[in-house]
């Protein structure tokens, strides 16, 4: 299942963030990460620069500031 991470460089939580959906990979093998700096687009920086990282699985916000795992296995756990 492909996870999309908003995230800037240098940023400490989105470095957690993305630390901890590396960790689910085990629990969901299918699970994909990819990560999208939101500096390289004007709109994703006004959209979500307030709010990284932003965690979104097939088009849905699932987590956002500060990475909640509940949410994001809830999510997963969907076929």
């Given at each position: ?14 470095e ?64």
């Amino acid at each position: 299942m492909k996870t999309t991470v908003y995230s800037r460089p240098d940023c400490h939580l989105c470095e957690e963030a993305i630390e901890s959906l590396a960790g689910l990979t085990k629990e969901f093998p299918g699970l994909e990460i990819v990560e999208i700096d939101i500096d390289s687009d004007d709109d994703l920086l006004r959209r979500y620069l307030e709010r990284i990282p932003v965690i979104m699985i097939d088009g849905e916000i699932v987590s956002e500031l500060v990475f909640d795992p509940e949410p994001v296995r809830d999510r997963l756990r969907i076929p």
